[in-house]
């Protein structure tokens, strides 16, 4: 995605784009909701850890960074947050997670989670001090987040346990569990909900439906969000799976509202007020 | 917020304005984070209820709407959600919340929720089937989500019981216990913590400098969002009051990300993708 | 309660007592569930702090403890816990509580609550240590939990501020906020809903009519527990309001569970293994 | 266990025995803790359901339906509780459960739990009308809760689609999805966390060695419960893994408490007054 928006930028983009990953509900699903327990399943499916009572930190509180807080959170664990945004650091406060840095909390957790989108956020110096036993992977969007190639120097010795897990030995003893190798934890080691898949892939379907359809020239040489009313429309072709039903606008609640009563139910000035971050620059 | 939006539309802002209302402190706030606690406090200075057990619709699934929700639903009460955007009810679904059409939950549930930012949300057809003793409460943007109108009608008796506390009796002895006359809870039955109104002032002061210290012509006679950059400032600013501790970017990651190691954090193109929706329309 | 046994243990008890404070639905109603909303109603009215990202330690995790705990979790404040059974410690680390000494903590916490049923467990020595504006209350079982009198010196300065609102002034300007002087939060700046009145009021009615209509004999001069029947009865009485439907066993079932169909639903030998510890002894 | 109360009973128990399952940290970890962890752990390996907006009833709402319904909400699903005990019942709807009987729902839930220690509780009647796609298992205490035998009629067809998963599917071609063949899904479908089984088996070890060690004639031929003191200890040993710290009594507190600096720390009055119902009898 980032490519793309650079090529846009450097005018070498050669046909119009749609950023199916920022639509709303693609947003949602893959990162807060998917991830909300996919950090439990793939945890669980590699390492059997229980969760109550165990010290997490979580490096990121964007989207995915605030599913797996709130999972853990809610199965008992008593979890860390780090961030650079102060905005997404607030939120995590009032979200009753302390904010540190990876230093203060480093020696003592059991269980460090990156999703940060960033590099290097876990390198070799905090990996010297995790506790024995530290369990390490990666939520984010590559496999830089974790420094794993530190790692391999002539005094660390390596166990494959099993697939997916590795021990990480030092010289004194301790070792650490490495997940993935620093992969994508929720690729690798969980599974995605044929729910998930159905929202992506709906999205995904319209959105090349769209610029299949659209009139010439209605998209330029550039990246485009999907429009906010097909956005809508994968919603609300979700919703019966839940047996949830929608209120109607009344035509005097249409008018007094300014809107149409098939939506988009976002004001046309919303559009220009771009400013609400839902997902922080924290994480992919 | 609104008539700002249509003067400008129309031509007849005669100022800059700056749209403090939407900067994601204030919004997270004012909304989320203070109607979380106030839906509580409101509900019981004005009646003492007992939440726990409690079967509660809430109407609208914004900000407002989400923070009363979690708030009743963490203290034991079964919390229904109506809503008329397919993006907010499936979030509803995967908050947890069943979403239903009023119709179907109003004859059963001891407390209502106004959250949406329109109007006759709750009509008499709705006040007429409500069960003895509900109560009904506005948490939206205005007196008009509940058409207390409507009771004002012969057969109806109203019983001031107590402030912001009134019974309405119909003929055959049913009783409904209205909040604030329809008005806004939080603003009439609750508090509003100093720690929120520091954001808020913050927020306007700041906003107030830049427009003051803005170079001729940097903004013009049009509603402006507050800089992002001074959004991070006001955030950064409080955060020493939860004893949080920012990580800083290093040089090769601030590089990685294509960011100022001091922000803003969110990066520019996000600027261009606004289809982000933190706020529904459903409410203000 | 803790008279009537020592009456009964010295056999100077005259007539037989009901200890209906050990019921469980009286336990359960006037202790967890209550205390869950009242610690919330008691703080917001007396000082109107905002529970988001507050930084709160809990002394003593019995039934009023994990009630207070997990209403401010649930809204966002950081908990830590006092304990001195080591039972109701694990119980807490499970439910993702830190387990602290008061010392560790009594520095950075910006409220401190008691609810151990013990005494002196918020000394001097912890009053002097406190951050300024730190709020200081009881939800235990007596006004000794917080050793208010050691604040009685004349290098201290109180002013009322308020009913039930105390600031306490040390000589560098810090100052406390003491709430009720350390007698009980809930009693004294909370309300109890009408709901757990009715619980409590019904409990001591069956009490008094059992004793009443006994046979001669059936009670001599000690202390018993309501008997398991009627506590059920009790709670079957109050499920109504919940719209709530019991599952009636089948004969089959029954038998196989050894079990009159009306209940007592806890088997006898269930009586005679009493080391389930519902309340544990931190607390009242 | 029953079988060991029955023979107990019936004079014929010939050694004294411990009934460790009923000590409070087996209790709570084997089943409220465990369970808790382990129902989210069994779903997703067997079938890789999402939670979220996922409706689901839990027959029992004892310390395994409790861990049930914590972890279900707490991860999104709207969950319903089938209860025979009223007192249990209360407890499900302060904690914001609705209280049904099962043919209220079960046409339209995605997943039925049986956590009851009741024979019978999903019989075909329910099998019948459950919706396509219905997944149903059983935490509770042996492969009696789901009728399973009467699945095994000529009209409905059978297909292990995978170890632990069978498709059972009725002429109109509804199917659903039963887990482990209606045996224990956490025995089968999960796995046991070794901090569980650490508590588990210490508290075996510390009955044994009470039992070897103990006096001729301090056990007679009955079942005893562990210790209390004992229990405490299995919950001391477990605590540093926490990195949580008791706080001890005062010489002066515990003359006010009248207990020993050491524990137990439940008075010896406790013992007596048992009827608190830590487990409710619908589950083992």
Redesign the interface.
């Known amino acids: 995605l980032k490519i793309l ?1 650079q090529l846009s ?1 450097a005018g070498k983009l050669c046909v119009p784009a749609m ?1 199916v990953n ?4 693609k ?3 893959d990162n807060l ?2 991830c ?2 996919s950090i ?2 793939g945890l ?2 590699t390492t ?6 165990k ?1 997490v930190v979580v490096c990121g509180y964007g989207e995915v960074g605030k599913g797996c807080c709130a ?1 853990l ?6 979890v860390y947050v ?6 997404c ?14 230093s ?1 909390v480093i020696r ?1 957790v059991d269980i460090v989670i990156t999703c940060t ?5 876990v390198g070799r110096e905090y990996l010297d001090r995790m506790k024995n036993g530290c369990i390490v992977c990666n939520m984010g969007h590559s496999n830089t987040e974790i420094d794993v190639a530190s790692l391999h120097t002539p005094e660390l010795t390596w166990e494959h346990v099993r697939p997916q897990v590795d021990h990480v030995i030092w010289p004194d003893g301790k070792k650490i569990i490495l997940l993935a190798e620093g992969r994508l934890l929720n690729l690798s080691c ?7 898949l159905s929202i992506t892939a709906t999205t995904q379907a319209l959105a090349l439906i769209e610029l299949y359809n659209a009139t010439e020239g209605r998209y330029k040489q550039d ?1 485009y ?2 429009p ?1 009313k097909m ?3 994968v ?2 072709l ?2 019966p ?10 035509d ?2 249409a008018k ?2 300014n ?1 149409n009563k098939n ?1 988009p ?3 046309n ?14 994480h992919n």
Do not use: W
Request: with cysteine; glycine share 6%.
């Open positions: 928006y930028k950023n920022d639509s709303v509900t947003q949602k699903f909701y998917c909300r327990e439990l399943d669980k499916r059997d850890v229980m969760f109550g009572g010290q999972a959170k809610a199965l008992g664990s008593i780090t961030e650079i945004d102060p905005i650091a607030l939120q995590a406060c009032m979200d009753g997670f302390r904010v540190v840095k990876l203060q003592h989108g960033n590099k290097n956020v969980s599974t995605v909900p044929t729910f998930v990246v969000l999907l906010k956005d809508e429309y919603a609300s979700h919703l799976a839940f047996d949830a039903h929608l209120t109607e606008l009344t005097e609640q007094y509202l809107l939506g139910f976002k004001p000035y919303y559009r220009h007020v771009s400013a609400q971050r839902k997902t922080c620059i924290s």
